[in-house]
């Protein structure tokens, strides 16, 4: 049976222990904390400006209001470290659209130029907080603590020959699994063509007997000379390669590398999201191939965020008719309104259960 598997931040919480959205800026606690053991000091630099930015968000739309009447008013609760999306699309907002405007007190004149919506940040100040948090992000997901007994149990019970896997994350946690079990390669396995790719081991030119199609990059991937196309990164912070004994002349690092990750490739969490990347958009057609040939459907972890509505689009136009859909979630009710609506498919299985519970 042709198959794909769909892919959420829930999947890669259960196999790999990695955050969820809603717990990203709680783990960058976590990383900064690390970072600060390690005393690399740019990266300090980096997290606490991140942290820096969430305060000074708290106190302009939390604290301010209040305090206009009362100036020892002190924050008791928000959910500000929760809306990783939100905080993203803000300032992706700043970045993308600058103010232009002319005021006048009937005597002077003054112009607003050039401003992000922030307006106490520079658009520069703004890139630059986008590079911090790429940076964490990576930090933070590159390094998951994998079940391995749960990781090999999902492969023997829900993989077949014809399964391919669609997937919304960011980590290497399944192209790593079936790299090391030789059904996977980087070079035809996520269904793009790299530029300046690096040549392969003879042994290695074999074709990947399933894809995993990364819809929003992954963290392996950079921008290579041509803007908005992509390179391949086989390199870890200790200089140990991602895919070992892949490449034929593997570049070995005898330093840990201290700096930042500019993850220009991956399409981030934010209500703003370019999809003008022709390796992305190959990408998106194959999903919609592989979607559309396949027999059964199954997500998991995958919530259909509403604000996702490329993802709508893209379900919206294949024939889910004949084809069996599965949800594996432990809170799977909305998820079930939101693929009935967008696939208009009753012939769906609902698992009431964490993904470790089911298998």
């Known amino acids: ?31 900064l904390n690390i970072e600060t053991i390690k005393q690399h000091r740019n990266r300090i630099k980096w997290g606490e400006s991140i942290f820096e930015f969430l305060t000074r ?12 009447a009362n100036d020892k008013s002190a924050i008791i609760e928000s959910n500000y470290e929760e809306n990783f999306e939100a905080v993203l699309s803000m300032i992706d907002l700043g970045i993308q659209y600058e103010l232009k405007a002319r005021t006048s007190d009937g005597v002077m004149t003054s112009n607003l130029d050039g401003k992000p919506l922030l307006w106490d940040y520079s658009t520069s100040q703004l890139k630059q907080l986008r590079y911090e948090i790429s940076t964490y992000l990576y930090l933070t997901l590159i390094d998951p603590r994998i079940n391995q007994n749960l990781l090999d149990s999902f492969y023997e019970k829900m993989v077949n020959k014809d399964t391919h896997f669609i997937t919304f994350n960011y980590d290497l946690i399944v192209e790593q699994f079936l790299y090391k079990k030789e059904l996977w390669k980087p070079k035809d396995g996520y269904g793009l063509e790299f530029d300046e790719f690096p040549q392969v081991k003879a042994e290695n ?4 007997s399933h894809l995993v199609l990364k819809m929003h990059g992954s963290l392996n991937w950079r921008e290579s000379e041509l803007e908005n196309r992509y390179k391949i990164e086989n390199m ?14 593997e570049i070995k690092r005898n330093f840990e590398y201290e700096g930042g990750i500019n993850l ?55 024939d889910f008719s004949s084809k069996k859909i599965a949800i594996i979630d432990p809170k799977p009710d909305e998820i079930e309104k939101r693929v009935r609506k967008i696939t208009l498919c009753n012939n769906i299985h609902v698992v009431n259960k964490s993904l470790e519970e089911y298998l």
């Open 236 to 249: 870890l912070d200790d200089g140990s390669p991602i895919f070992p004994d892949y490449f034929k002349n």
């Open 264 to 318: 220009k490739a991956l399409k981030l969490p934010s209500l703003v999201k370019k999809f003008n990347s022709f390796q992305l958009l190959s990408i998106w057609r194959k999903a919609h191939s592989v979607i559309s040939k396949s027999e059964e459907v199954i997500f998991i972890g995958y919530s259909f965020p509403e604000a996702d509505t490329s993802v709508y689009t893209l379900f919206n136009t294949i």
């Open 1 to 31: 049976m042709r198959k794909a598997i769909v892919l959420g931040a829930g999947f890669s919480k259960a196999i790999g222990c990695l955050p969820i959205t809603c717990e990203m800026f709680n783990s960058f606690r976590k990383t």
């Open 205 to 208: 030119k074999k074709s990947s």
């Open 57 to 68: 968000l708290e106190d302009r739309f939390a604290k301010q209001p209040l305090s206009r």
